[in-house]
């Protein structure tokens, strides 16, 4: 009798075993793909603000009174859950939205080139002071696999970021801006560029110039420190994209996303940025409908389809 129960104890047991082994091999592949994406924003802009990080340095109370109870109103639009609120100019929250829609984890942080911080501190070391300790974070949250996203001037700080950081899944440059090695360009900031490097040749970095910066056609006047100045705008300088994409390591992959119609484009520059990256079979070059402005609302879907892919 205890000889027969035996080999069917043994029978059962083997048999949810084998039932069991793959629901852990897909809770560990689910596990192991969880992607946390770092968003850079534009230039004299704003990151959008994220409920969850707004509770952790303290402030729950002011991110639900100053943003989200605002949700709709004025400049402020609000992912469906109002965990993410945005201003209505910041295109990069509509990509936010979305890949807050499929559970990818997102870090914002508010970088050196910021509206209200106006070029705080040099290429590098702007990058880790809001890109190292927004890593970790993802890390803690479970992230797996860590993309760097950026807009415009963020789009080249994200590649210059796949130049610094290791171990990084991809790299996404959405509508780029900030091409200091363009000839328009150097025209423009030479003279404070020249400026800048005597202050540096002289030990006097921190002290600030005054400078004319331009933004999509517009115009703004404010003092820079001559160290940070000359790190941003020199023609052969680190946020040089063209510069940049070769150095990526060839294991990350480049999704470079823009505009038709925007000027990057026209003038050739985007597809030699692109084009001077390693090969990658991931990497892709896309354009979509409309200017600078418009790689938000018409593209923010192909974005997350290829985060997804990574």
Request: aromatic fraction near 8%; hydrophobic fraction near 40%; proline fraction near 5%.
């Amino acid at each position: 009798m205890s000889n027969s129960r035996f080999p069917l104890q043994a029978f059962t047991t083997l048999s949810l075993m084998i039932f069991l082994i793959p629901f852990f091999l897909i809770t560990n592949a689910v596990q192991a793909e969880k992607i946390g994406v770092i968003t850079l924003h534009a230039k004299w802009s704003m990151p959008a603000k994220h409920e969850g990080w707004w509770k952790e340095i303290g402030k729950h109370k002011l991110f639900k009174k100053k943003f989200q109870n605002k949700c709709g109103k004025g400049p402020w639009r609000c992912s469906e859950d109002q965990t993410i609120v945005g201003h209505k100019k910041n295109d990069v929250r509509l990509v936010e939205f979305a890949l807050h829609d499929e559970e990818i984890l997102i870090e914002a942080p508010h970088c050196a080139w910021s509206k209200s911080r106006k070029y705080a501190l040099p290429v590098d070391e702007a990058l880790r002071e809001c890109v190292t300790p927004r890593i970790e974070r993802l890390k803690k949250r479970g992230a797996k696999k860590i993309v760097i996203l950026g807009k415009s001037l963020g789009a080249a700080m994200a590649i210059r970021a796949g130049v610094l950081f290791d171990n990084l899944s991809g790299i996404v440059a959405m509508a780029p801006g900030h091409t200091p090695n363009e000839n328009f360009q150097v025209s423009l900031y030479n003279d404070n560029v020249e400026k800048a490097k005597e202050l540096i040749d002289a030990g006097k970095g921190n002290e600030t110039i005054e400078i004319t910066d331009l933004n999509q056609g517009e115009k703004m006047d404010f003092n820079v420190k001559a160290k940070s100045f000359y790190s941003m705008f020199r023609y052969d300088g680190e946020s040089v994209m063209v510069l940049n994409t070769p150095k990526l390591p060839k294991k990350v992959p480049l999704l470079l996303i823009v505009g038709s119609s925007d000027v990057i484009v026209k003038r050739g520059h985007a597809k030699e940025i692109f084009d001077a990256a390693p090969d990658n079979p991931k990497s892709e070059y896309i354009e979509v409908d409309g200017g600078h402005d418009s790689v938000g609302k018409n593209g923010a879907n192909k974005i997350v389809e290829w985060i997804k892919n990574l």
